[in-house]
């Protein structure tokens, strides 16, 4: 399947069609809350173009600062650089008992998340995270680049401007097919495609750049499908481009043709995230746009508040219509002709900062509101305790739960997933055990681990060991009720909470031998207690055997 360039750009002019209004709403957003985002009513063709100045709009930067806080928050909370925030486990809870299982997850995670580090993703998913909480939509796209002999050599992740991005998804919300327009100079078109196969650049397009112009006014666009049967193709194995599950290519929009060979992907390369689903609609809406009204508000107040403070500093002064003999001269060493010394005076105009200043400080907290910033700062704590700690993550988890629960499912599930997919396929991970080759099809899943979640984690360990210290002084004076609880599989689960090491876990068979030694050795000092019981018995009776009855023993006589 190749990409159909004039079904594609019909489509896509559609979707430009379909995205005007929201656009609006993006582009005040850029002015007032970022501000460096890229502007969504022009088009960028050079350098000069670019407007660096564009925060001179803003006359209060609460709104530019709450955003980055929020950003910065979600980005250690839930894919911090420092700590690894997630692990992988099987659904069958069986094949995670068994040791070659849960030794091989502890590498396989360990190799994935190494690789995660090792690319770009931590420079680029707070940009993600910024136009997640700003735009309330955020893209991130993945790009695998192969070496000469078909090897893996990196995977490249791209927080995508989300203005140059659309996207058409299926009645269950997955995106199938993903176009991003951008503008490139006739350099980065033959730079690109020049000694490609199919690559039909075009003789006006080469001039242009092999005369050195720079300027980015060629419309470009990205387009990636998903094909027809893509549900049936195995893509644990490597596979040639062309008969890949999601096929891609580059489309030159004013010519309506396609450039350059078709590539192909194994699983959509480009994930969409959103803050929070809005009613009919497929793009998301934000805190930023909940703020809005309070931003532009503070924005025109502190803006007014400058313009009356400007008076205050920088006074009108009045005289009378004869008072002044000469042209009034404020300046350094000014001389001014008066009639008389008390006909020049400063006009006051007892403006009410006391008032503007109330105003203005409610209107920023409610902006920080909306970013949850008074919420996830703790105050007047120079140096953050445990405990402190583990309030701040409970009140994020509590504040922002159904937005973290969208985004495992939107954004950081299919990420891992195609990254761990990616180095299964170019046998990157430790080869499988016997065990889940005897299982059949295994069902993997993702646990996060990261600050938030290890919080959570150890509120439920803490709660288990709890309700353990309270139960064993009762077990002193009634072991049976010990019965209750399955030791066993306490004890897996706080290692699973506590997520320690999979080796400090022996296997159930090396579980039930060292039971059944034990068994063997306890019986084995039960029969010997009982043997020397006896001869003691024997021995006090002149030799009768212990437990003979006396009428027995009187018979014999």
Not at 340 to 351: T, V
């Amino acid at each position: 399947m190749s990409i159909d360039a004039k079904k594609s750009v019909q489509r896509l002019q559609r979707l430009e069609y379909l995205r005007k209004t929201i656009d609006q709403q993006w582009d005040e957003i850029r002015k007032y809350i970022t501000p460096y985002r890229g502007q969504f009513f022009k088009d960028s063709a050079s350098e000069h173009s670019i407007e660096w100045k564009q925060n001179r709009f803003i006359f209060d930067s609460t709104a530019v600062n709450a955003c980055n806080t929020l950003a910065a928050s979600l980005h250690g909370s839930l894919t911090s650089p420092a700590v690894r925030w997630f692990d992988l486990r099987f659904r069958d809870s069986g094949l995670n008992r068994s040791k070659a299982v849960s030794m091989w997850l502890e590498e396989a995670t360990k190799i994935t998340y190494d690789s995660l580090r090792e690319s770009n993703f931590d420079m680029e998913v707070n940009e993600t995270y910024i136009d997640l909480v700003s735009m309330g939509t955020s893209i991130m796209t993945n790009q695998v680049v192969e070496t000469a002999d078909g090897d893996l050599e990196k995977i490249i992740y791209k927080a995508t401007p989300v203005k140059e991005c659309y996207f058409e998804q299926d009645w269950e919300g997955r995106v199938i097919r993903f176009y991003r327009k951008m503008r490139w100079s006739p350099l980065q078109i033959v730079d690109k495609f020049m000694g490609m196969p199919n690559a039909d650049i075009g003789d006006g397009i080469i001039q242009r750049a092999e005369s050195g112009d720079n300027d980015m006014d060629i419309n470009i666009a990205y387009i990636v499908c998903k094909t027809d049967d893509a549900d049936t193709i195995d893509t644990t194995k490597i596979l040639a481009p062309e008969n890949r599950p999601y096929q891609a290519g580059y489309v030159l929009l004013d010519e309506q043709r396609t450039i350059g060979a078709t590539d192909g992907y194994y699983s959509m390369p480009a994930n969409v995230a959103r803050w929070r689903v809005t009613a009919d609609s497929m793009w998301g809406n934000s805190p930023a746009m909940a703020a809005m009204a309070d931003v532009m508000t503070l924005n025109y107040l502190v803006e007014l508040i400058l313009a009356s403070l400007e008076k205050v500093v920088d006074p009108a002064i009045m005289t009378t219509e004869r008072g002044l003999l000469s042209s009034l001269d404020l300046g350094p060493a000014g001389v001014n002709v008066l009639r008389r010394m008390d006909e020049l005076a400063p006009f006051e105009s007892r403006a009410r900062f006391d008032v503007s200043e109330l105003h203005r400080e409610k209107l920023q907290a409610s902006i920080r509101q909306a970013f949850y910033v008074d919420q996830l700062e703790l105050k007047d704590s120079p140096a953050m305790t445990a405990t402190e700690v583990s309030v701040r993550y409970e009140l994020m988890q509590r504040l922002i739960g159904p937005t973290l629960g969208r985004l495992k499912v939107e954004f950081l599930d299919p990420l891992i997933r195609t990254h761990f997919s990616t180095l299964y396929r170019y046998k990157k991970l430790p080869p499988l055990p016997e065990e889940l080759g005897q299982a059949g099809r295994a069902i993997l899943d993702i646990t996060y681990t990261g600050p938030m979640s290890r919080v959570q984690r150890s509120d439920q360990a803490q709660s288990i060991t709890q309700t353990l210290a309270s139960v064993l002084p009762v077990a002193e004076a009634k072991p049976e009720i010990l019965d209750v609880f399955d030791f066993d599989e306490t004890a897996r689960t706080l290692h699973d909470l506590y997520q320690a090491p999979a080796a400090m876990l022996a296997s159930d068979m090396k579980i039930k031998k060292v039971r059944d030694e034990r068994k063997q050795k306890m019986e084995q000092m039960r029969q010997a207690e009982l043997e020397e019981k006896r001869a003691k018995a024997g021995k006090q009776g002149g030799g009768t055997p212990s437990g003979t009855p006396p009428a027995a023993m009187g018979g014999m006589q």
